[in-house]
């Protein structure tokens, strides 16, 4: 995963995956940082964390 700040905005960009099911088999994840992350993003001294997932409906 890659994360930056740009003019105000804080863009993240992850690798997209082959849609596999999520843990309740509800929806299809396709992109995932399998809970939270660290970055080297900061903001008022102190790292911006991410949990990201992105999905599709099965």
């Not at 299809?28 to 964390?49: E, S, Y």
């Amino acid at each position: 995963m890659e994360v930056k700040i740009e003019d105000g905005k804080l863009i993240i960009v992850i690798e997209l995956q082959k849609p596999t099911p999520s843990a309740s088999g509800k929806t299809l994840v396709v992109a995932t940082t399998h809970g939270n992350m660290p970055t080297d993003c900061v903001i008022d001294g102190k790292k911006v964390v991410i949990g990201l997932n992105a999905y599709i409906k099965k």
